[in-house]
T-cell receptor
Framework: NAGVTQTPKFQVLKTGQSMTLQCAQDMNHEYMSWYRQDPGMGLRLIHYSVGAGITDQGEVPNGYNVSRSTTEDFPLRLLSAAPSQTSVYFC?????????????FGEGSWLTVV | DAKTTQPTSMDCAEGRAANLPCNHSTISGNEYVYWYRQIHSQGPQYIIHGLKNNETNEMASLIITEDRKSSTLILPHATLRDTAVYYCIVKGASNTGKLIFGQGTTLQVKP
């Protein structure tokens, strides 16, 4: 049981490049989400998914795209990277979005856009 | 989801109990209290959560007041590795599943 796995751990991009951050969980969780954390700040929700084939926007979705073709995977795509997207990205999963379930986080992906 | 208030920072001597308070005076009946911690910008680590009753696991204890307006996370024997930012989060039955992370409490465990 690996929990929530994120790749890559570190990435440097040039402005305008695109890339995909990968997130996988092996706990058969329906709910998965992506957060970003900027220096000295709390986590902010980017996108989330309540099940395969269903995604929705969080509070900071601009510049990011997601899809959920399987229960296990929830990739986050940066369409055209900007310096403002330099951040640490965390993927999270839980059984369902509702209260009472334990929410697990990945170890993070550090992204620098130059 | 209800807002939480935590002290900005706290110190604790190694081997002693660390008691981290959290105020959530606007909590509603179906909202849970969650505690996470983050060490050096690693992924948030789940500690414990509860609704009404006190909870205990291998990491910590969670004491929730009878009126549910505040709670305390207790690390019974703090070690240097417990130095981290601790977040108290109230989460309701929202279909976004969003956790609202405030500024948290920076706990410094000292030798």
């Amino acid at each position: 049981n690996a929990g929530v796995t994120q790749t890559p751990k570190f990435q440097v991009l040039k402005t305008g490049q695109s890339m995909t951050l990968q997130c996988a969980q092996d706990m058969n969780h329906e709910y998965m989400s992506w957060y970003r954390q900027d220096p000295g700040m709390g986590l902010r929700l980017i996108h989330y998914s309540v099940g395969a084939g269903i995604t929705d926007q969080g509070e900071v979705p601009n510049g990011y795209n997601v899809s959920r073709s399987t229960t296990e995977d929830f990739p986050l795509r940066l369409l055209s990277a900007a310096p403002s997207q330099t951040s640490v990205y965390f993927c999270a999963s839980t059984m369902t979005a509702y209260s009472g379930n334990t929410i697990y986080f990945g170890e993070g992906s550090w992204l620098t856009v130059v | 989801d209800a807002k939480t208030t935590q002290p900005t920072s706290m110190d604790c001597a190694e081997g002693r109990a660390a008691n981290l308070p959290c105020n959530h005076s606007t909590i509603s009946g179906n909202e849970y209290v969650y505690w996470y911690r983050q060490i050096h910008s690693q992924g948030p680590q789940y500690i414990i959560h509860g609704l009404k009753n006190n909870e205990t696991n291998e990491m910590a204890s969670l004491i929730i007041t009878e009126d549910r307006k505040s709670s305390t996370l207790i690390l019974p024997h703090a070690t240097l590795r417990d130095t981290a930012v601790y977040y108290c989060i109230v989460k309701g039955a929202s279909n976004t599943g969003k956790l609202i992370f405030g500024q948290g409490t920076t706990l410094q465990v000292k030798p």
